[in-house]
């Protein structure tokens, strides 16, 4: 029996259980030819013929020979496709493996490609308009309406925009434990001072 190599490097879980049922296969037909050479009284070794060189008449010889050949060349193919599978197996994990660390080092390309803050809230009052849009102590501000982290000098640029921006909804972008958050902000008068209701503080450059 000739294998023909199926998989030809594609180590798809598919191509993995073909060459499993093709091994299952091999393993009936290696039972089915020992089972003929059982019910001969004979195993791979017994002699065929008698005592004084001739054939033996007790059993079928021809079917014997058949059965020990095909036995030996099953084992053979066996062989090559226990070494086929586990090579298969090997290429399957290690390309789950390669996936699953291109997803993590895409995942933590990600996290080094936040852009930087340029402000830290360090205080938010409670009922105000901050808090009111979830802006929480310790938030880093990377876009505050249409001050981002290119074009923010100092903190007058924000002041300007909650001033043009009362009453209408600013979209605020902050890093809150390594990952980006962005909410609604909407600067209005509060029974607190200011529009905004939280104290907001330049992060140094380094």
Not at 42 to 53: H, K, R, S
Request: proline share 4%; net charge negative; glycine share 8%.
């Amino acid at each position: 029996i000739k294998m023909t190599e199926e998989n030809n490097g594609n180590s798809t879980m598919e191509a993995v259980q073909s060459l499993i049922k093709k091994k299952d296969n091999m393993e009936e037909q290696i039972k089915a030819y020992y089972d003929v050479l059982e019910d001969q009284g004979v195993g791979m070794e017994g002699p065929l013929v008698d005592a004084e060189g001739f054939p033996r008449a007790d059993v079928n010889v021809y079917q014997i020979r058949t059965a020990r050949h095909g036995i030996s060349c099953l084992q053979n193919d066996h062989k090559a496709i226990m070494v086929e599978i586990e090579e298969a197996l090997h290429r399957l994990h290690a390309r789950e493996k390669a996936k699953r660390d291109q997803d993590q080092a895409e995942s933590m390309e990600q996290e080094v490609t936040l852009p930087s803050p340029f402000a830290r809230v360090d205080a938010v009052s409670q009922g105000s308009p901050a808090c009111q849009a979830g802006l929480r102590v310790n938030d880093e501000i990377i876009a505050f309406g249409s001050v981002n982290t290119r074009t923010f000098q100092n903190l007058q640029n924000i002041a300007l925009v909650v001033q043009h921006s009362e009453g209408k909804p600013l979209s605020v972008t902050v890093i809150r434990n390594g990952q980006k958050t962005q909410m609604g902000l909407t600067p209005q008068q509060w029974s607190g001072r200011g529009l905004l209701g939280c104290n907001i503080v330049p992060i140094q450059k380094l």
